[in-house]
């Protein structure tokens, strides 16, 4: 079982963003910036396409509505995607706000936030994904 699994299963707490019978989001705990949100299946998949067509499907319709509530929430320019894959064996898209590419550059060093700070972005990106579906 992996890390994100657990995660999904409640067994490690995670700041929720949002939620649905196929797709968990919730905050990275080593953002590139306030916001950074993973997107993942509550299906354990270890490489992004070994998801069926449906599942890929699916699961960039379930991002871009939360990629939506990001943008509500935060100030940016645009929310970037990125599926890397190789840290963590599950499946996942890495959504960013971003002012410029350079804000996707995953070996930027990674900000860090007070618990609070995480739950409050995580709060107002939940609520702004629940209003708009």
Do not use: W
């Not at 705990?29 to 270890?46: M, N």
């Not at 499946?91 to 590419?101: C, D, G, R, T």
Request: glycine share 4%; with cysteine.
């Amino acid at each position: 079982m992996t890390i994100f699994s657990k995660i999904v299963a409640g067994e490690i707490p995670s700041y929720k963003c949002a939620e649905n019978e196929q797709f968990y989001a919730f905050l990275d705990i080593a953002p590139l910036a306030k916001g950074h949100t993973l997107v993942i299946p509550k299906r354990e998949v270890d490489y992004f396409f070994d998801l069926t067509d449906e599942e890929i499907a699916a699961m960039q319709v379930f991002a871009k509505h939360v990629a939506e509530a990001i943008k509500q929430v935060l100030p940016c320019r645009k929310v970037g995607q990125a599926v890397l894959g190789l840290e963590v064996p599950h499946a996942h898209i890495h959504l960013v706000p971003m002012q410029s590419e350079g804000d996707l550059n995953f070996a930027s060093p990674k900000k860090q936030f007070t618990p609070e700070e995480m739950q409050q972005t995580a709060d107002a990106i939940r609520a702004a994904f629940e209003k708009a579906s």
